[in-house]
């Protein structure tokens, strides 16, 4: 029986799946090859590079018109910045692979006599030397996972692949592929021992292209789909696919583990005559995001980096990045990580789920303090609907109350009062709705829609979240107008706006609740 694949490269007699190279420019990289050319395939965890490089491995031996043995370095990282280690780890993993692989036993055999001859600084140039000498086809090397080695180490390996690279094809590999989640040119690498950053551009400044996988498109996203349809019979709402797409813009991981969740992991649903409906799949959806399987942890990993920082928290406070040249680099990293993407609108987090993680793994330990003051049952009507006029008074006071504190606990210090706000939310709607988030750059606020789910319905309800930067009254009016406009389009019920404002002046002054009508619409303005 097929599954979604969730974990490791996808394996096509059990999983589901896209074929690998129909998702690279197959072509393109043949012919990188034929030209002799070492070039960089890279892209975001966890999105198939593995699964394309075997599947590019396997053609080429097919073909015979090249040998071509797949080594994934990854296994060195733990020798850190010791060379000897890194390298003997590495050259061993190629021979092995290429026992396994091509069933060729020339490279273990040699590998006692080269690490006696060539010691850690040419050792690998070494062994592959004497391979392409050896081999009767040219050689094409793919090296897996290039980024999870560090320091002196990864300037070893890069700068021996460089120095062979002249002796192509007779007394080297003809091609070869480093992969890994960033572009080489972009790797800072710190060297212990001449106390120095080497960039690797300058390190391997032999790469000729720069390749990088993308996600899935809204079509692969139903073709995917529907070969779990076609092997059990369970079928999927005609609407869920474009949702996944709206939800995921394709991310790999996402669109299996939702699928794998929606069919596998809720365990009522491997009744396969039961469908899958949205209802179904917004559960996945949740029950995922709480889970936090190791892709969303690491997401919430690069979250306390700095230079990560330093790009998210304009995001969530719509706010501009600031004029540092610095920043150039950073957003490279940011969307490297796949944390964040170039959409039509500039810079925006990468899909709905991110967008929805970010704010909920930046307020986590907040919700924790929050679940032994706040209640549900405090803001919940007789009949179910949320008292939202007196949940927003709660929240009012509490701010007023602690959020100097609050803010100071936060490493997201500007997005503070936006975090805050939105924890204070999550805690009590947590229980019966959901809320949806919309941030980003140059927006000047932040849009939040609450779906409360209640015994006669759905209740939606629209906040806008803004810092005040103007002259109070030309705040209000801009955000009332915003406000509405996205009230009209997410068709809510209630409106409210919020203005925070972080200046020095007393809390008598911040603190208001009014009422405003604007196109026949009532709109709740709250002062902080």
């Known amino acids: 029986m097929k599954h979604f694949s969730t974990a490791g490269a996808i394996q096509p007699d059990i999983h589901y799946c896209i074929p690998p190279l129909e998702r690279i420019n197959t072509k393109e990289i043949l012919d990188l090859i034929a030209e002799r050319k ?112 560090i320091g002196d180490s990864l300037i070893a390996v890069l ?22 989640v960033r572009d080489v040119r972009d790797y800072r690498i710190h060297s212990s021992a001449t106390k120095e950053i080497i960039t ?3 390190a391997f400044n032999i790469k000729a292209e720069s390749l990088r996988l993308g996600n899935f498109t809204p079509e692969d996203v139903e073709r995917l789909y ?18 996944v797409w709206d939800w995921t813009a394709g991310q790999p991981w996402l669109v299996n583990a939702l699928a794998a969740q929606a069919t596998w992991n809720i365990k009522e649903m491997r009744d396969r005559a039961l469908p899958v409906t949205i209802a179904v799949m917004e ?30 928290e304009p995001m969530l406070t719509g706010a501009e990045l600031a ?36 704010p909920r793994e930046l307020t986590a330990i907040a919700q924790l303090n929050l679940e032994s003051t706040q209640q549900v049952a405090w803001y919940v009507r007789p009949d179910g609907r949320l008292e939202m006029d007196k949940l927003m008074t709660a929240f009012q006071q509490f701010f ?38 919309e941030y980003g750059l140059g927006r000047g606020r932040t849009d939040l829609l609450v779906i409360w789910n209640y015994p006669g319905g759905v209740q939606r309800i629209v906040l806008e979240l803004k810092i005040r930067r103007k002259a109070l009254a030309q705040t209000i009016t801009e955000g009332l107008g ?22 020095k002046k007393p809390w008598s002054k911040k603190i208001f609740k009014r009422t405003r009508k604007l196109r026949e619409r009532t709109i709740h303005v709250w002062g902080m």
């Open 200 to 202: 690797g551009g300058s």
């Open 159 to 180: 700068r021996q692949l460089r120095s062979g690279y002249n002796q192509r094809p007779a007394a080297f590999p003809q091609s070869l592929i480093l992969c890994g």
């Open 283 to 312: 559960r996945a959806k949740e029950e995922l995001i709480q889970r936090r399987d190791t892709h969303i942890d690491q997401l919430y990993d690069k979250l306390s980096e700095a230079r990560v920082r330093r790009v998210i």
């Open 482 to 503: 915003q406000t509405l406009d996205y009230g009209e389009r997410c068709n809510a019920d209630e409106l409210h706006f919020v203005v925070f404002d972080r200046t």
């Open 38 to 149: 070492y070039f960089v395939l890279h892209a975001p965890r966890q999105t198939g590079k593995t699964s394309c490089l075997l599947a590019l491995r396997d053609l080429l031996n097919r073909e015979k018109q090249y040998v071509c043995v797949y080594c994934n370095v990854e296994g060195a990282q733990s020798a850190r910045e010791n060379v000897e280690g890194a390298l003997n780890a590495i050259v061993g993993e190629i021979a092995a692979q290429a026992q396994l692989t091509l069933g060729e036993n020339y490279l273990l055999e040699q590998l006692p006599a080269v690490r006696a001859e060539a010691r850690e600084h040419g050792l690998l140039k070494r062994l592959l030397t004497l391979w392409a000498q050896h081999s009767p086809q040219p050689l094409v090397l793919l090296i897996d996972e290039i980024d999870t080695l």
């Open 400 to 437: 007023r109350e602690g959020s100097e504190s609050w803010m100071e606990r936060f490493d997201y210090k500007e997005a503070g009062p936006q975090l805050l706000l939105q924890a204070f939310l999550h805690r009590v709607v947590n229980g019966g709705g959901r809320i949806e988030r």
């Open 323 to 358: 004029a540092d040249t610095s920043l150039e680099n950073e957003v490279r990293y940011v969307i490297d990580l796949g944390l964040i993407r170039q959409g039509e609108r500039g810079l925006q987090i990468s899909n709905r789920i991110y967008q929805e993680i970010i």
């Open 226 to 243: 529907r070969q779990h349809t076609a092997e059990t019979g369970q079928v999927f709402a005609d609407d869920i696919f474009p949702l």
